[in-house]
């Protein structure tokens, strides 16, 4: 856990580095944090910036910051609001689902029926491994097939 001031700075570092790379109209909408740190806290500093949500964990605790109604509005429908920002539940890591061995119809079929939309995520190093790119094709597919819309 960081104070605010400390988290405002780590992440001024982090837009500073971004930014000499990418320019404002390509910087990411939704942010996904690792280790799931939910700086709602931010709320304000991350709406300053044009960002729309937070990313919340695939695991069971839905959320480990979020306060008590939030998660529970979190885990009931999958998104949440704190303090003007939103929380969005990933349903499902890519790398996981080829472990399990879930065909990507019913991962899709079952994120869709519970929630009405879809977030599967994967860790860009687990990308140089040809069943999870392959299954990340497929569930592009899926979704595609279904009529979903990307974000």
């Not at 890591?93 to 079929?109: F, H, K, M, N």
Request: charged fraction near 25%.
């Amino acid at each position: 856990m960081q104070p605010v001031s400390a988290q405002v700075a780590t992440f001024d570092a982090i837009y500073a580095e971004i930014r000499r790379f990418a320019p404002e109209a390509r910087l990411s909408r939704w942010l996904r944090l690792h280790y799931f740190s939910e700086s709602y806290e931010l709320a304000d500093y991350f709406l300053a910036r044009g960002v729309s949500g937070l990313f919340t964990t695939d695991r069971e605790a839905v959320s480990y910051r979020l306060p008590p109604a939030g998660r529970a509005e979190l885990r009931e429908w999958g998104i949440a609001e704190h303090e003007g920002l939103k929380a969005v539940r990933t349903h499902a890591r890519v790398e996981t689902l080829v472990a399990d061995g879930v065909a990507p119809e019913r991962a899709v079929d079952t994120m869709l029926d519970r929630y009405g939309f879809a977030v599967v995520m994967t860790h860009e190093y687990e990308l140089i491994r040809p069943e999870v790119r392959a299954m990340a094709e497929a569930l592009i597919q899926v979704l595609d097939a279904r009529g979903a819309m990307s974000v």
